[in-house]
Structure formats: C-alpha cells, structure tokens
C-alpha cells in the first residue's frame, strides 16, 4: 500500500491504516486480476475487507461504486456463487424392487409402480417423498399418511438459518436457502458475494433477496444494495418447472 502521504488515513478492521487513495488503487488492481474478495495488502496480513467498509473507507464516488458494482459482479459471476442443494429428479427406485419409476404428476407424490404391480396382481403405489408404500387419499401433493412422512426440500426453506451478507448493504433476515422461482431447486448463497445468482438447471438469474428475476430487482437497486421492495419472505412452497421458458 502507499505510504507516506500527507493526508490522512483511514485504519482498516485489520488494523493497518491506508490513504483513500492507495485503497481505491489497491482494490481496483485486486478487481482487475479477477477478485471478489478484498484482502490487505501489507506483507504478512492476509485479514479480507468488506465492500462496506471498502467503500466507507475509500470515499468512493457514486461513479466509482457503480464500476465497482460491476465488476465485483462480473468476478463473482465467475466463480461458483452458490451451493446447488436439491433438484426435483424425473425418476424414483421403487422401494420393493428397486425398478426405475417415473412420477406421473409433479402435484402428485404418490406413484404407481408398474413390475410390483404386475408380479403381485394388484397395483402397487409409493410415495414419492418417503419411499414407503403409499397410504391415504390421492392425488396429493404434500405427504401421505405414512409416519413421519415430510417434504425435507420445504422443510429447509422453512428452517434454514438466515444469511448475513459481507458485501450487500441493510439486508437483514434473508433465509440463506431458496428455492428457484421457476424450476423449484434449492440453492444456498454464499454471504461474501453479490445478491444475485443463476440457478444452474433452468439457468434463470434472480435475486436472493427479493426473488425477482435480476434484470427486474436492478430496475431499483444494485447488486449490492438492498432491495427497494424488501426481502421476500421464506418461501411456504416448492416452485413446480411447468414449462422450460427462458427467462434470464
């Protein structure tokens, strides 16, 4: 970092202390080779930085936070900004004889299984979600009658800790896991990047926090600010991808 200004100098949360100058310098070059991470450059400290506090600290102009914003966006876009968790599969093992069954209806969980159905003489139904054998009414979408039977996707949605953002600005309570608004698969967010993400089976872009598709959620914000509209709250239930539209 640049030393021996005359001006004065901000001390960073790794102790160090640097001009807004050399910090803007310095970030910049760390945007240029790639990175979305901001780490301190004295010899010795690998201690990462905040973009909050990047940004507090360097006295970034507004024209300067919107490069910025973009290329810490391009960076992350980069690299893996999430964990895929949970993806609705076409095809279950029956649990009596481990045949390949396809489930008729993504609204309904119970599936006919046509080997057990033909070696017993009379039909043979499991349920999607628990792999027993099926019990209740039917069609139906949310559990059978079956102990203990539960959607454990929905289940994380609904008790996943929230996330607490290193680089997005007043975002509080936001779950940490969502569901994909059109295909239903479940990501996790990594906290040190940006708000958006892609979904890596439909390839739709949206926001974590509001769950607007990206290109809606920047009309009002950027990607690292926090949503006009708010955080959306957790989700009660799964998407279902009813049709393949591209809508990134």
């Not at 507090?56 to 968790?85: I, S, W, Y």
Request: hydrophobic residues 30%.
């Amino acid at each position: 970092m640049c030393e021996g200004f005359s001006s004065l100098k901000a001390q960073m949360s790794c102790g160090h202390a640097v001009t807004p100058m050399s910090l803007t310098n310095w970030c910049l070059k760390l945007l240029e080779q790639g990175s979305s991470r901001f780490v301190c450059g004295q010899f010795g400290c690998d201690a990462e930085w905040s973009y909050a506090e990047v940004r507090k600290m360097a006295l970034l102009t507004p024209q300067e936070m919107k490069h910025f914003d973009k290329a810490l966006a391009l960076n992350a876009g980069q690299r893996k900004v999430f964990h895929f968790c949970f993806s609705p599969s076409a095809t279950s093992q029956c649990p009596e004889c481990k045949t390949p069954a396809a489930r008729q209806s993504e609204n309904n969980l119970c599936v006919p299984c046509q080997v057990c159905t033909a070696k017993n003489g009379h039909t043979y139904e499991f349920c999607w979600q628990c792999l027993r054998e099926w019990k209740g009414p039917k069609p139906c979408s949310e559990r059978c009658e079956n102990i203990g039977c539960c959607n454990s996707a929905l289940e994380t949605l609904i008790t996943c800790p929230d996330i607490i953002f290193e680089s997005v600005v007043g975002v509080r309570g936001c779950p940490s896991v969502r569901a994909c608004p059109t295909c239903g698969s479940l990501l996790e967010h990594k906290r040190s990047h940006c708000k958006h993400i892609r979904c890596p089976r439909c390839r739709l872009g949206f926001c974590f926090v509001c769950l607007k598709a990206s290109a809606e959620c920047l009309k009002t914000s950027s990607y690292f600010e926090a949503c006009s509209c708010g955080v959306a709250p957790r989700q009660t239930s799964v998407p279902v991808w009813k049709n393949k539209i591209n809508l990134h």
